[in-house]
């Protein structure tokens, strides 16, 4: 195994200035990865993915090979004009998140609604991945 010196001072303190300059033109697009929760029951697997502000008809939902993909686009716009005093600010971007569902789903059959900027999703769970009783019997 190998050490590495330690060298407290020869980090430079201006190596990341060029990147406060940046900032205000990193923040005019939205690139995110929006939060999700999933769970489960026996016969279903849910998703709830908050997107408030994002237009739902700009937002696509897929189910592949048991795997959730959802993306969208989003833009936001804000203007103001008031006698000598003029600003004009978009924000726009889009996002795109594909996570492994934990059982095997029917994506034929997902359903998916947007309500009050939380967009909810239902998938079925695929037969062979429902938990199944059989009965044993016992000889004796």
Same mark, same amino acid.
């Given at each position: #195994?190998?050490?590495?010196?330690?060298?407290? #001072?020869?980090? +430079?303190? @201006? +190596?990341e #200035? *060029?990147?406060?300059?940046n900032?205000?033109?990193a923040r005019?697009?939205? !690139? @995110?990865?929006?939060? #999700? %929760?999933?769970?489960? +029951?026996? %016969? !279903?697997?849910?998703?709830?993915?908050?997107?408030a502000?994002? +237009?739902?008809?700009?937002? &696509?939902?897929?189910?592949e !090979? *048991?795997?959730l &993909?959802?993306?969208?686009?989003?833009?936001?716009?804000?203007?103001? %004009? *008031?006698?000598?005093?003029?600003?004009k600010?978009?924000?726009?971007?889009? @996002?795109?998140r594909?996570?492994?569902? $934990?059982?095997?789903v *029917?994506?034929?059959?997902?359903?998916?609604?947007?309500?009050?900027?939380?967009?909810?999703?239902?998938?079925p769970?695929?037969?062979?991945?429902k $938990?199944? &009783?059989?009965?044993?019997?016992?000889?004796?």
């Amino acid at each position: #195994m190998s050490l590495i010196k330690w060298a407290p #001072m020869s980090i +430079d303190p @201006f +190596d990341e #200035m *060029d990147s406060w300059f940046n900032w205000p033109v990193a923040r005019s697009a939205i !690139n @995110f990865a929006p939060a #999700m %929760d999933i769970w489960q +029951d026996k %016969d !279903n697997v849910y998703i709830e993915c908050p997107l408030a502000g994002i +237009d739902p008809e700009k937002v &696509t939902v897929a189910v592949e !090979n *048991d795997v959730l &993909t959802i993306e969208g686009k989003s833009e936001q716009k804000s203007e103001v %004009d *008031d006698k000598e005093y003029y600003r004009k600010e978009v924000r726009y971007g889009s @996002f795109h998140r594909a996570v492994a569902l $934990p059982s095997s789903v *029917d994506g034929e059959k997902a359903k998916a609604e947007y309500e009050k900027g939380v967009l909810k999703i239902v998938i079925p769970k695929e037969e062979r991945a429902k $938990p199944k &009783t059989v009965k044993v019997e016992i000889k004796k």
